[in-house]
């Protein structure tokens, strides 16, 4: 079974507007942290925005948002005023701690390619 | 300033040729990864060194070798490249447990 699914293989919005990235994920850890990176064509691996599963409130990072809802098992990045450059591949990871030893790993999803029209 | 650092950008190879994959990071971190990007499948980890002197299998280990050479560099070697590891490969290193992984521009692969 997927440990992350993102179900949007592409989404279209217009600038200015906000958007909603899908993201669930499974896993049994009561200890584990969501992120959300973005690819623009260029390729490069670029850190948004991160939530631990503690957290009690949703993490913020300037336009980026992430609607954590625990019982749910989702983590959803909400985007707000779309800008062009916005338009990318996003994917949502997470991370799990193995057991005492403390080593940890990301799991990816498979990513939603967000496209912004004028 | 330059975070991690992956040589070569890019590289073909023939069917059965061998290479390594040079990565390297200046930001002290003890955890570095490889991952590869295929499309339509995200990322998936190859191996990972949760510090120096340790190396565990990720995901999709087969058909690749890694080596902790030191707390900077992590290497990833293909001893007999097939076209099914055509793909884009990255290195990625991290602070510690809640830490966001920092990654390399990648390296692309092509396997003739």
């Known amino acids: 079974a997927q440990k992350i699914t993102q179900t949007q293989p592409g989404m279209f919005v217009q600038e200015k507007e906000a958007v909603t990235l899908d993201c669930t994920y499974d896993?049994?850890?009561?200890?584990?942290?969501l992120f959300w990176y973005k690819q623009p064509s260029s390729g490069e691996m670029i850190f948004l925005i991160y939530q631990g599963s503690y957290d009690e409130q949703n993490a913020t990072e300037g336009r980026y948002s992430l609607n954590f809802q625990k019982a749910r098992k989702s983590a959803n990045l909400v985007i707000s005023a779309s800008q062009l450059g916005d338009s990318a591949m996003y994917f949502c990871a997470m991370r799990e701690i193995s057991g005492n030893s403390g080593y940890s790993t990301l799991t990816f999803g498979k990513g939603t390619m967000l496209l912004v029209s004028p | 300033n330059a975070g991690v650092t992956q040589t070569p950008k890019f590289q073909v190879l023939k069917t059965g040729q061998s290479m390594t994959l040079q990565c390297a990071q200046d930001?002290?971190?003890?955890?570095m990864y490889w991952y590869r990007q295929d499309p339509g499948m995200g990322l998936r980890l190859i191996y990972y060194s949760a510090s120096e002197g340790t190396t565990d299998k990720g995901e999709v280990p087969n058909g690749y070798n890694v080596s902790r050479l030191n707390k900077r560099e992590f290497s990833l070697r293909l001893e007999s490249a097939a076209p099914s590891q055509t793909s884009v490969y990255f290195c990625a290193s991290s602070e510690g447990r809640h830490s966001p992984l920092h990654f390399g521009n990648g390296t692309r692969l092509t396997v003739t």
């Open positions: 930001m002290n971190h003890n955890s």
């Open positions: 896993t049994s850890d009561q200890s584990y942290g």
